[in-house]
DNA sequence: CCGACATATATTGACCCGATATACACTAAA
DNA sequence: TTTAGTGTATATCGGGTCAATATATGTCGG
């Protein structure tokens, strides 16, 4: 699952410019799919080479020319067999974890700051996804659930941030201590 | 935070060459880190130039000839600079909430198909986090906090996933009845 | 009037990842 | 017995990704 088969996703929905496709990731699939100009113009390109989508260039009065893209239905149907080919996978980044491994080897106030930090960005992701679930009402079902799977994880380790820190803290001053003793 | 980065890591916690780092990113860190050949063996390249780690040559019989890799001073003042200076970031991609976001494009049969798949994901990643905990009694309190935290968000999406699925499934179908009616 | 922000397309360079190549040893099935 | 598979070990390649940057224009607030 690449950009070709991002961008393909969104078209299938309507119509977009290359930036309305970005714009799309950043509102709406920001939280399980991102991607960068970079790889979204040059995947347009090639996708419009193999005749999955089609343009148009929209002249706009005092905005710059768009390029307004459509799926094709060669492009609905290669779309439609990538979904039935692909694996349900995930994966998962945390710079966060990565820290809390070697928090063994920062000072205590620090290990504080970055806990706290971790706690705001479930917070602000958290509201962010509460938000679009509660204010959209045209949400297909399936968007729903994405949103709701979001919600859940997040309020799950929210809950564990906040039971958790002071433990954790406790625990590396206790492993800490026998040493400076 | 980059493999060169994730590499002073593991050699921070003792000497290992590229292969063993590899196999410690699949062992302990693949919940939250992932990395390459393709990125540990150049990453470990430059770290040896900018004289942030080391190496020796050893040569064991019946198993080809090792580069064992350890961190110099400079390498562990680099890496502590690095920690303070880390922003607590994470980055989550599902292809599997992407699929659900076209699931109304696709059969029944397969959209529970992959509902079970993602399930059994979650089942297996969890049992590899919990075998961990219970196991391995020298855990740091990082390391069991990183790993517990992986427990904590396996765990309620599972449960998500056991308590929504079905009604996902109806949901879908019982939008799709009007236009088929 | 100026800076900040938004719209819009596009490129670059550094980086990352999966696949592949090479090479040897061990083991288990055919 | 041989051959296929698995594990150890290093290394590279091509295609893909991402953050930053360039260009151009318009809007809005201070």
Redesign the pocket.
Known sequence: M???HLCLGILSLGEA????IK?AFEETFCHFQ??????I???LAKLTEQGLVSFREET?E??????VFTITPAGHEHFYQTLLKSEPAEQYRSDFLFLMMFAHLLPQEHIKTLLNKQTENLEMELGILERILTECQTLTPGMRFTLEYGVTGNKALLKLMQQRSLQLLNEIDAARSPQES
């Open positions: 690449n950009t070709h410019s290359g930036y309305e714009k991102a991607t960068s100009f970079g790889s113009y040059p995947a706009q005092k905005r710059p020319t768009k390029k």
